[in-house]
């Protein structure tokens, strides 16, 4: 969920489907600065996101954002997380690389 500004009065609580049809960046914003300085902030929300649900072993809630990203950041200046699991590494080469980016 998430809660949409329209005005200094006006604000509204956006259920997950809703938000999927129309991501943050693609929305209006009265201020075109406003759309650069979200986009770092969405991100960091998604990875705090990612990062308590595994440490509460929430796979499928990690994996749902993980996914979903790019649609939630769409129309940001902002890459998605594609760590596996964010801040780990792998020091193998080949086929480990390549599943690990798939995942």
Same mark, same amino acid.
Do not use: H
């Given at each position: 969920?998430?809660?949409?500004? %329209?005005? &200094?009065?006006?604000?509204? /609580?956006?259920?997950?489907?809703? *938000?999927?049809?129309?991501?943050?960046?693609?929305?209006?914003? =009265?201020?075109? &600065?406003?759309?650069?300085? /979200?986009?770092?902030?969405? *991100? *960091? *929300?998604?990875?705090?996101?990612? %990062?308590? &649900?595994? =440490?509460?072993?929430?796979?499928?809630?990690?994996?749902?954002?993980?996914?979903?990203?790019?649609?939630?950041?769409?129309?940001?200046? =902002?890459?998605?997380?594609?760590?596996?699991?964010?801040?780990?590494?792998?020091?193998?080469?080949?086929?480990?690389?390549?599943?690990?980016?798939?995942?």
């Amino acid at each position: 969920s998430w809660v949409l500004i %329209k005005s &200094a009065e006006r604000v509204e /609580l956006v259920v997950a489907s809703r *938000a999927l049809g129309c991501p943050t960046g693609e929305g209006d914003f =009265t201020v075109a &600065a406003d759309r650069v300085k /979200l986009g770092p902030i969405l *991100a *960091a *929300a998604l990875k705090g996101k990612m %990062k308590r &649900a595994l =440490t509460r072993s929430d796979f499928v809630t990690y994996r749902v954002v993980r996914n979903l990203q790019s649609v939630y950041l769409r129309g940001l200046e =902002t890459q998605p997380e594609l760590d596996v699991v964010p801040g780990w590494s792998c020091n193998a080469d080949g086929p480990v690389s390549i599943v690990e980016q798939f995942f």
